[in-house]
């Protein structure tokens, strides 16, 4: 018996490396000769009006926070201290990547249109422009983001 299932579980598992085969593409670097050079340029951009007032509200609640772990003795009171300093700074990124990644921040989303979706944050109006000019010179982009639902509102 225990035969029968370790030949039906190579068996599964070879149907399903062959399913999987067929919609997945493995490469290595080295095999695909024709990719351009990688181009790596960093732009400082401002924050918008709206980023602006976020990002002082966020550092304003974090201040204390600051001075508490500056002053803290403890290593258990300092350890939770780091983990909200950690918190303060993932807001911090999330704020200067878009306003609308915080929940409530967009009044009403259903009125919701392009150009507010754009004029909200810096980096959108920067990538709103540039793709324009990308594209018109036949430039493929990929864009990556750690938030998720960043790429969402960039789609």
């Keep these: ?13 070879e149907k399903a ?3 999987l085969h ?14 351009p050079p990688k181009i790596e340029t960093n732009i400082m951009i401002p924050l918008s009006e709206m980023q602006r007032y976020l990002y ?8 204390t926070l600051v001075d508490d772990f500056e002053t803290s003795d403890e290593l258990k009171k300092r350890a939770s201290e780091f983990k909200a300093l950690a918190s303060i700074l993932m807001e911090l990124r999330k704020c200067c990547n878009h306003p ?3 929940h409530g921040v967009d009044e009403n989303p259903s009125a919701n249109t392009d150009v507010g979706l754009i004029t ?5 109006t920067l990538l709103d422009r540039l793709l324009v000019k990308l594209f018109a010179k036949g430039h493929r982009v990929l864009i990556f983001s750690q938030f998720n639902y960043m790429l ?3 789609q």
């Excluded at 493995?26 to 024709?34: A, C, D, H, P, S």
């Excluded at 002082?56 to 201040?63: A, D, H, N, V």
């Design 1 to 13: 018996r225990e035969g029968n299932m370790t030949s039906m579980d190579k068996m599964l598992l």
């Design 100 to 102: 609308y990644m915080f």
């Design 17 to 19: 490396h062959e399913l």
């Design 56 to 63: 002082k509200k966020i550092l304003m609640y974090g201040s």
């Design 152 to 154: 969402t509102l960039i």
């Design 22 to 35: 067929l919609i997945m593409i493995r490469r290595l670097k080295k095999e695909v000769t024709n990719l």
């Design 120 to 124: 909200a944050s810096g980096k959108m």
